[in-house]
Nanobody, 124 residues
Framework: QVQAKESGGGLAQAGGSLRLSCAAS????????MGWFRQSPGKGREFVAA????????LYADFAKGRFTISRENANNMVYLQMNSLKPEDTAVYYC?????????????????WGQGTQVIVSS
């Protein structure tokens, strides 16, 4: 089981950067894939990025490739999403989540543990 709490959201200008943090508490955090999702106005929840239990493998949504970086520091119970070259379209509530990868495919993880979200607003 994972308890997740996001922080680091806020206001940024287009082209700027933010780093989101997720305090991901678990007795076995390295056993869980951790992912970031977002909820944008007029859209459903979107997958953003995921990192394997050790952080060795990552997966990104197309819109995140080259701009966002997911990383994790299991010893500190932290997961991060570095967001660069922000666009107004990145405005959303961002969530971190944890789940077990049963088939070694980061694209098919069923995330069962979710944080409350942190708001990101990007102005043009």
């Amino acid at each position: 089981q994972v308890q997740a709490k996001e922080s680091g959201g806020g206001l940024a200008q287009a082209g700027g950067s933010l780093r989101l943090s997720c305090a991901a508490s678990s007795r076995t955090l390295s056993s869980y894939v951790m992912g970031w999702f977002r909820q944008s106005p007029g859209k459903g929840r979107e997958f953003v990025a995921a990192a394997s239990g050790t952080g060795d493998n990552t997966l990104y949504a197309d819109f995140a490739k080259g701009r966002f970086t997911i990383s994790r520091e299991n010893a500190n119970n932290m997961v991060y999403l570095q967001m660069n070259s922000l666009k107004p379209e990145d405005t959303a509530v961002y969530y971190c989540a944890g789940g077990l990868d049963k088939d070694n495919d980061l694209g098919t993880v069923e995330y069962g543990y979710w944080g409350q979200g942190t708001q990101v607003i990007v102005s043009s």
